[in-house]
């Protein structure tokens, strides 16, 4: 499976369900290394065991594509902020909601891709005191109720994917950068508080990946240009 980047400054975006992806498991488990398929013989929870083979699988499927090596042979090292990487210059990155699976490649820069299920039983008043820095939390309560929750979602995702583009522990972090957040604002990096430069160097992408999901995408700029792909 070849899909090379059509350009420079493209950014692929792939997209899968797990129940789409459940007849190749015994495929996917032939590709996986000996570390990750003990990995999967130690989940005690089968939910989890196929959520870590779906990804890995969908994963190294992917990244053959953008190299000569077969899925089986890549090789993934971690960086110093513990943020997966393979050789060759492909930049990649992985996120899990429910039933779903987004993974964005890059040939030319750092990224980060976050995919959240906007739950309407998500408690996420509490999780913006918690996460969010006291001006996206007032922003997002002033709003009318009946908008809080996706501003909310969108706030979430921005800040993750932009956290993950760097690596390190997402939690410790999040309460240090500013994201917009309200619904139809554009999508934006407002503040990184360990690097007031980031805003005018990162840009931030609102995609459209699925119905009652929220997703965004995190690059340093310039724009890029968005290829959805699915599996």
Same mark, same amino acid.
């Given at each position: 499976? *070849?899909?090379?980047?059509?350009?420079?400054? @493209?950014?692929?975006?792939?997209?899968?369900?797990?129940?789409?992806?459940?007849?190749?498991?015994?495929?996917?488990?032939?590709?996986?290394?000996?570390?990750?398929?003990?990995?999967?013989? %130690?989940? *005690?929870?089968?939910?989890?065991?196929?959520?870590?083979?779906?990804?890995?699988?969908?994963?190294?499927? +992917?990244?053959? $594509?953008?190299?000569?090596?077969? !899925?089986?042979?890549?090789?993934?090292?971690?960086?110093?902020? $513990?943020?997966?990487?393979? #050789? $060759?210059?492909?930049?990649?990155?992985?996120?899990?909601?429910?039933?779903?699976?987004?993974?964005?490649? #890059?040939?030319?820069?750092? +990224?980060?891709?976050? +995919?959240?299920?906007? %739950?309407?039983?998500?408690?996420?008043?509490?999780?913006?005191?918690?996460?969010?820095? !006291?001006?996206?939390?007032?922003?997002?309560? #002033?709003?009318?109720?009946?908008?809080?929750?996706?501003?909310?979602?969108? =706030?979430?995702?921005?800040?993750?994917?932009?956290? *993950?583009?760097?690596? =390190?522990?997402?939690?410790?972090?999040?309460? *240090?950068?500013?994201?917009?957040?309200? !619904?139809?604002?554009?999508?934006?990096?407002?503040?990184?508080?360990?690097?007031?430069?980031?805003?005018?160097?990162?840009?931030?992408?609102?995609?459209?990946?699925?119905?009652?999901?929220?997703? @965004?995408?995190?690059?340093?700029?310039?724009?890029?240009?968005?290829?959805?792909?699915?599996?």
């Amino acid at each position: 499976m *070849k899909s090379p980047m059509e350009a420079m400054n @493209a950014v692929d975006v792939w997209v899968a369900s797990h129940s789409d992806l459940a007849s190749r498991f015994d495929e996917f488990e032939k590709i996986l290394s000996e570390d990750e398929r003990a990995r999967v013989d %130690r989940f *005690k929870i089968e939910e989890a065991r196929t959520t870590f083979l779906a990804g890995r699988g969908m994963l190294r499927t +992917i990244l053959a $594509g953008y190299g000569s090596e077969a !899925p089986g042979d890549l090789r993934f090292r971690y960086g110093p902020k $513990g943020k997966p990487e393979i #050789s $060759g210059g492909v930049h990649f990155n992985l996120s899990h909601s429910r039933d779903l699976i987004a993974c964005a490649v #890059s040939t030319d820069r750092e +990224i980060g891709i976050d +995919i959240q299920e906007v %739950r309407p039983d998500f408690d996420y008043e509490s999780m913006a005191r918690r996460f969010f820095s !006291p001006r996206e939390t007032e922003s997002l309560l #002033s709003l009318p109720v009946d908008q809080q929750r996706r501003a909310f979602f969108n =706030g979430w995702t921005r800040k993750e994917a932009y956290v *993950k583009a760097w690596g =390190g522990d997402v939690a410790e972090q999040l309460r *240090k950068i500013d994201v917009s957040l309200v !619904p139809g604002d554009p999508p934006a990096l407002l503040e990184d508080r360990r690097n007031p430069a980031a805003p005018s160097e990162w840009v931030i992408e609102s995609l459209d990946l699925a119905p009652d999901f929220s997703a @965004a995408l995190a690059v340093p700029g310039p724009r890029p240009s968005l290829n959805y792909r699915v599996l």
